[in-house]
């Protein structure tokens, strides 16, 4: 099961390009969610 889930998330784990991009996605949407967590922070100091 948990073998079958891993192969969803990464099905071409050969391809070190394409792991490569997805790490890359993956940073650009944590930072987006840190940046809309901190601005909701602010907002609400204020």
């Given at each position: 099961m948990?073998?079958?889930l891993l192969?969803?998330?990464l099905p071409?784990?050969?391809?070190s390009?394409?792991?490569?991009?997805?790490?890359h996605f993956l940073t650009i949407y944590v930072?987006?969610?840190i940046y809309f967590i901190t601005n909701?922070?602010?907002k609400?100091?204020?």
């Open positions: 948990q073998r079958k192969l969803i998330i071409d784990v050969s391809l390009s394409s792991l490569v991009q997805r790490a930072n987006i969610y909701l922070k602010i609400e100091a204020n």
